[in-house]
């Protein structure tokens, strides 16, 4: 009995010294036991005081007062010397128990673990220990102490801790319900904190679970496996427990804990900061930065879906619809993050970078539709990462600053241009034609955008091509205004033509390279292109002019009939700036071409009406006459050695010829007949213009013939034959006569 009695005030005497102030605490405190149990336990572990022994803790937590045991121990030592052995050691057993259990007394038949002694060494501590431990027992008919369950918590076997805690919980709702705690308030509601203590560990440890699942499963499937079982065995034991009308000094007990919403938002989560915690590269560091992080992205994807698939899974019932959950959060995320990322401001590469991946990676072989990942997910099935509404900023915005970047290059490439004109480059010739590196720059530059663009999808291809064309567009008269300030400020350089024929060249084969784009605005680029080769070609016909238009104003002089020094000038000018002329490929040769043709006959002709001479007598309109048949003869030639399709314009001068050389009226008639057929624009004042340069300067034969021009305008041979060129109508006539030749 000695020995019992001094166990029994050790443990007392102990747990003392850890619940109590180095200063006695009010009375009023302890008696209202405003501690729990799990709180005076975490007090202790700070103190350095001696840590509390379960023995301690269910005495303490039965009776719920030190006072009270203090007291039962004092009556102890007054009452030793005149009691029974046998009294004594009932007393002992009746006022200091063992743990707490769910009916409130200590279990029936079982005297070794009433005793004060045998609490802490036999077969009660020994089966708490291999609880704690893990052991494989049955279920116990009554459930371990709050201490006991929260080692079980710590140690990470909840499954075991939870078939303990819950019927602690249902023991304490039935004396809530049968008021069986009315007197002694403090206690109940210790008791009650505890519980949701170790609940809240409980879950907890749950949450801790879910979210480093793809971790845990590797090397400890079976706790993440218990995590559905913990979850379900707490929604039946509460969907079980009576309803308490007012349970707000229970703080939950008794009321589901909601754990398959946590673990819906702790999985959430825990993927949520998967996806932000993957390595991002510092811009300054690394301009690639976003490719990169996306690269890095996909492969945690990748790696994560994997082994969700292979084990995660597993641990799951299919009622949990594991997979889709995880793929459902992954998808969320990744859109939550890209749309973190773009609301950043761009550049062109990081902007390509993000559509590339929302496109085509995300659901492509290398992500979503990794043949790892397949049956379980259909790539065709995906939902789009990001909304069409962004899908469509996005776009506009890559546009927007490729058409920046566009503008900048486009001014460089100009730039280089005015270099190589100030520094008198010759233009290549390739297949015998002028050739400039612009229109291969600019070729290449579109086309290495629409490509990229094409890569990632249709839509942006389309809009790309679009942009590309635009900037085209506006470089295109700016470039040509550029050459023509540099051409005067270096007038008569020996370059011009060259340049001014390469160039015609790139804009026609720029043309050529667009035409198999498909863009709203491409027949206005088509318009544009051909504005800049006429006014190019324009150009180049200008400079033709200067430097035959002095010699054709020495045409039809009194000297021109003894001199053909002025035509053959002509003719020698065409021969060589026709070496230019033929460097130019077609169509646009042949147009030019053409157009030096009609220039040199509507200018010749010119030079007849302009009435600077009339040749009086047969003799001089003889001479006159065969003067131009041969001039005529010799541009027939010239122009048709260089390729010209407007043999329409060779009859004009030869006819003339004729008008000028015959006597006989009706073969005049005939002749002008023939004139008026093949040129039916030709007028009245042109045909006495020529009768004027005859002789024929007025009389009754001139009327005659003035007359039948005037009837041929009405007849069906003339009107229904008529051209749709225009010749004679282009061709002013004087209106004063100057000399006599």
């Not at 579109?446 to 506006?474: F, P, S, Y």
């Not at 160039?503 to 667009?514: H, K, P, V, W």
């Amino acid at each position: 009995m000695g020995e019992l009695q001094e166990n029994t005030r050790y443990y007392l005497e102990e747990y003392l010294k850890i619940a109590m102030d180095k200063n006695e605490r009010k009375e009023e405190e302890v008696e209202g036991g405003k501690r729990s149990t799990l709180e005076r336990s975490a007090g202790n572990k700070g103190n350095g005081n001696m840590p509390l022994s379960p023995l301690a803790t269910g005495v303490f937590h039965k009776f719920g007062s030190i006072r009270r045991s203090i007291r039962n121990l004092q009556k102890g030592k007054q009452n030793t010397a005149a009691s029974s052995p046998k009294k004594n050691n009932e007393e002992q057993a009746t006022s200091l128990t063992g743990p707490f259990t769910p009916n409130g007394r200590n279990r029936k038949g079982e005297e070794k673990e009433n005793s004060i002694l045998e609490i802490g060494t036999t077969d009660d501590n020994e089966k708490a220990d291999n609880l704690a431990a893990g052991m494989n027992t049955e279920a116990v008919s009554s459930p371990l102490s709050v201490m006991q369950i929260n080692k079980l918590i710590q140690d990470n076997k909840l499954l075991e801790a939870l078939s303990n805690l819950i019927p602690l919980e249902k023991e304490l709702l039935q004396d809530r319900m049968s008021k069986k705690n009315e007197n002694n308030c403090s206690e109940f509601k210790n008791k009650a904190k505890d519980i949701k203590i170790l609940y809240d560990d409980l879950g907890n440890n749950l949450k801790s679970i879910v979210e480093n699942s793809l971790s845990i499963v590797e090397t400890n499937s079976e706790l993440l496996t218990c995590v559905a079982k913990i979850i379900e065995q707490e929604e039946i034991a509460h969907n079980d427990n009576p309803k308490v009308d007012d349970t707000s000094d229970l703080d939950l007990i008794g009321k589901p804990r909601n754990w398959r919403d946590l673990w819906k938002e702790t999985l959430q989560k825990s993927v949520q900061e998967r996806i932000t915690n993957v390595n991002i590269p510092a811009k300054e560091e690394n301009q690639a930065w976003l490719s990169i992080h996306l690269g890095y992205l996909r492969k945690a994807i990748v790696a994560d879906l994997i082994t969700v698939k292979t084990s995660v899974c597993k641990c799951y019932p299919k009622e949990y619809n594991i997979w889709d959950t995880y793929v459902e959060n992954y998808h969320k995320s990744v859109s939550t993050h890209l749309q973190n990322i773009i609301e950043k401001q761009l550049d062109y590469n990081e902007l390509h970078a993000v559509l590339e991946w929302v496109i085509n990676t995300y659901s492509g072989e290398k992500l979503m539709g990794h043949p790892d990942l397949k049956p379980e997910i259909n790539s065709g099935n995906i939902a789009p990462l990001l909304e069409p509404s962004t899908l469509e900023t996005l776009t506009g915005d890559y546009c927007t600053v490729l058409q920046k970047n566009m503008k900048v290059w486009i001014g460089n490439l100009l730039q280089f241009e005015k270099e190589r004109w100030d520094n008198m480059e010759e233009p290549e010739t390739i297949q015998d034609f002028y050739h400039l590196p612009l229109r291969i720059d600019l070729k290449t530059m579109i086309e290495e955008h629409i490509n990229v663009a094409g890569k990632v999808c249709k839509d942006l291809e389309a809009k790309v091509v679009c942009a590309c064309l635009e900037e085209l567009r506006e470089f295109i008269p700016g470039f040509h205004e550029a050459f023509m300030k540099w051409s005067t400020v270096n007038e008569g350089s020996p370059l011009f033509m060259p340049y001014l024929i390469a160039y015609i060249n790139s804009f026609l084969e720029l043309g050529l390279d667009t035409e198999k784009y498909d863009a709203k605005n491409k027949p206005l680029l088509e318009k544009d292109l051909d504005e800049v080769i006429d006014a190019f070609s324009d150009s180049l016909l200008q400079k033709y002019k200067q430097e035959t238009q002095v010699h054709f104003a020495k045409l039809m002089t009194k000297k021109w009939i003894s001199n053909s020094e002025a035509f053959h000038k002509i003719i020698n000018i065409t021969e060589d700036l026709s070496q230019h002329f033929k460097k130019m490929k077609q169509p646009n040769y042949k147009k030019f071409i053409d157009g030096v043709h009609y220039y040199v006959v509507k200018e010749y002709i010119t030079q007849i009406v302009k009435k600077s001479i009339t040749c009086e007598g047969t003799i001089k309109r003889k001479e006159a006459a065969k003067k131009i048949e041969e001039e005529s003869n010799c541009m027939k030639k010239t122009f048709e050695s260089l390729g010209i399709t407007s043999s329409w314009l060779f009859s004009a001068s030869f006819l003339i010829s004729e008008i000028v050389g015959l006597e006989n009226i009706e073969e005049i008639k005939s002749k002008l007949k023939a004139l008026c057929r093949e040129y039916p624009d030709i007028s009245e004042r042109h045909i006495s213009a020529v009768l004027y340069f005859r002789g024929m300067r007025s009389g009754r034969i001139k009327q005659e013939i003035l007359r039948y021009f005037t009837q041929l305008q009405t007849d069906p041979e003339i009107t229904d034959g008529r051209r749709s060129q225009a010749l004679f109508s282009e061709i002013k006539v004087s209106n004063t006569a100057r000399c006599l030749f």
